[in-house]
């Protein structure tokens, strides 16, 4: 299972509530007073608030169902990156993996969950990991087993030099 760190979690239900409820709050007042202007700030304080909370159960929903229904496919690891982002200076690692589709000749590129460990000390670029997607949506609609990451880890065999 990835962890988020706690202060991150903490921050993320904070900013989300900081937006959302008053965002609800001002719409309502909005629509009691008839007036154009709080509407717009509530639906911007809304979107704020509710769009994340929204990506991140979907997310799960989507990791959920895949699980249970998803196509599993192994794919060729091409990096193992710092993410773009950086959330409260919680920097995460992000693995992309490739994987050739022989029906539709096409290549996919997927990308891993966070992660709060460097993989790479694990991972060489000639590595397989497993993902489950939907063979009809599988641009948006996979999960990235990394949970297997440190099991590949624990049971590659250690050369000693």
Not at 108 to 127: G, Q
Not at 130 to 151: G, I, T
């Amino acid at each position: 299972m990835i962890k988020i760190p706690f202060g991150i979690q903490i921050a993320f239900i904070f900013i989300c509530l900081f937006f959302g409820i008053p965002g609800i709050l001002l719409l309502i007042l909005a629509f009691m007073i008839h007036h154009p202007i709080p509407i717009l700030f509530g639906l911007i304080m809304c979107a704020c608030g509710w769009i994340p909370l929204y990506i991140v159960i979907r997310k799960k929903i989507v990791k959920g169902q895949m699980l249970q229904t998803g196509t599993i496919v192994e794919t060729h690891v091409v990096s193992v990156n710092l993410a773009y982002y950086n959330l409260f200076g919680w920097r995460p690692y992000i693995i992309t993996t490739q994987w050739h589709d022989p029906i539709t000749n096409l290549i996919y590129h997927f990308k891993s969950p966070a992660l709060n460990y460097d993989p790479r000390v694990i991972l060489t670029e000639n590595m397989t990991l497993p993902v489950y997607l939907d063979p009809q949506n599988p641009k948006s609609r996979y999960y990235m087993a990394v949970e297997k990451v440190p099991e590949i880890y624990l049971y590659t065999p250690k050369i000693d030099t």
